[in-house]
């Protein structure tokens, strides 16, 4: 029965509205009573019946009757209202309302309107009129159409009454649980698109870092987003306008099956940046023919394009297009890409304030650096030159890019601790005395006290205070050898000695580079450590020789 109750719910009158709803729930239980149940459609003024699943005998002999729906006709409004009532149609047969799609709208357009109620039959009815004259009409003979009656399944009108108002009771639990899960399964899919946003979002939270290239972070970004919103392709473009976007200036990002080829992507990017669309808020486009942009609908039917802006103006755009699952691009998927702009606005600003930052920090250095070189005119650039060798070095040992950076920061400040020592000794011609050889051992030791109470620099400390060790144990200040002296102290005595022997100096001019090289190589395993110096003679010196010839031409300038 219910299997019919759906399918006839599910089918439409020609002429009329859809029955209403009945809910599976509710006609398992009229069917587990025995309930049959009957939809009654009028429309124009005429009536029209159906059983929805199974119907009794003498039932089907009542719902197939024209007299049946001339009746229901006559007694519609009392029909449909009686809530929680049984109605009594004829002698022995009562109606109670199961379900009703009432239209009372003041118009002169007829509509149809269909009650679905419990069909109820007594005993009386095997001896009313109504059903000789039924027999009569169908040529039925009466004798065999009452012995034909299930007389278990007929009810007394105290009977029909109280089936009346469990009817009633059952549909109004059906409905108001029906609603229920229509209510949890809403509050589910909000909870499956909120656990999506806050999955992504947390996975983009543990990623945002800067010691990563933040093109990769980028990259990563847009591929998690696509595979969630389930787009068939997506793109961010940056700006080109802010110098400390640094290589990201410019860049478009692509993820997924994208159309056109990058030129087109890129100009369509820009062209969006452009547009006047909100900066403030995710917009969907569902036609991009009516966008006066070249080759947007060449790319995608419909669009969304979701701004990465801060107080201080755009930052990019993230634009997409076309759902894998081929529906629209809808209000959720806004939603969800607005929530990752909102977080790759917030890393690419961080990236530009880390830039700033490291800027600042970088010039203070070098300012510091180069202060300290200028005591001696003879290491005028000493500093950036080692810092520069160290790098390169520390690159060709196959360091990690955070550490390589932080080696290159540890040879820019390796001779802080100059500060420390008397100016006659440093700028002394000729050779030093015991005494004044001492005061310049101290000089990594001073420059360790001057970081240490400086938190963000405590890893550089070791290539302060060892860039004067030795391979063999007999350098200073604490004589520690082979890998007992850091990394950093290793990598940049390399580059501090091969500096010192390539420039000229108050007690000796520079050697030939073939010379410095070939004396690395001697002192390699006894001076430095072996394997960094066989990769240091193999690097490219080019832009050493560019500092060198730099860094003279300015002395030569400040001197003139």
Known sequence: MTQLITQSIQGSHPSSAAP?????????????????????TTENGFATARALGGARWVERLIIDSSAFAARAQQMWGEIADARGRAVEVWRGVWLAPVTAQRRRRSTDIPRAETVLAALMVGPQWLESEQLHQICDARQVDFTAAVARADRSTLVSPAEASRLASLVSWMQQDTTDLDRRNGELAGLSNELSESYEELSLLYKLATNM???????????????ELHQVVGLRWLALQLIDNDPRLGDLSGKLITAGDVTGDTALMKRVGNALLQHDIDPTKPCIIDDTRSVDIPGLASISGDLLVVPLSTEQGRLGVLFAGEKLDNTCIDAIDAKLCGALANSLSIFVENVMLYDDMQSMFLGTLHA???????????????????????????????????QVERVYIAALIHDVGKIGVPEAVLCKPGKLTNEEFELIKMHP????????????????????????????????????????????????????????????????????????????????????????????????????????????????????
Not at 20 to 40: N, W
Not at 374 to 393: F, I, N, P
């Open 209 to 223: 870092t800067v010691d990563q290239p933040p093109i990769v972070f980028l990259t990563e970004a847009c591929k």
């Open 368 to 402: 510091l650096t180069a202060a300290i070189d200028a005591k001696d005119s003879y290491t005028h650039g000493h500093s950036e030159r080692v810092a520069l060798m160290s790098r390169l070095l520390a690159v060709a040992a196959g360091l990690p890019h955070e």
């Open 20 to 40: 209403p709803l009945l809910s599976e729930r509710l006609g398992q239980r009229l069917e587990s009573l025995g309930v049959t149940v009957v939809s009654i």
């Open 445 to 560: 030791e001073i420059g360790a006290r001057i970081l240490e109470d400086i938190r963000q620099m405590s890893d550089l400390i070791p290539g302060v205070m060892y860039h004067h060790e030795r391979w063999d144990g007999r350098g200073y200040p604490h004589g520690k050898a082979g890998n007992d002296i850091p990394l950093f102290g290793r990598l940049i005595c390399l580059a501090d000695s091969f500096d010192a022997m390539s420039s000229n100096r108050t007690y000796r001019k520079s050697l030939a580079h073939e010379q410095v090289i070939a004396e690395i190589t001697r002192c390699a395993g006894s001076q430095f450590d072996p394997q960094l110096a066989a990769l240091f003679v193999k690097l490219d010196f080019t832009q050493f020789f560019e500092s060198i010839e730099r860094h003279q031409a300015m002395h030569t300038r400040k001197s003139a």
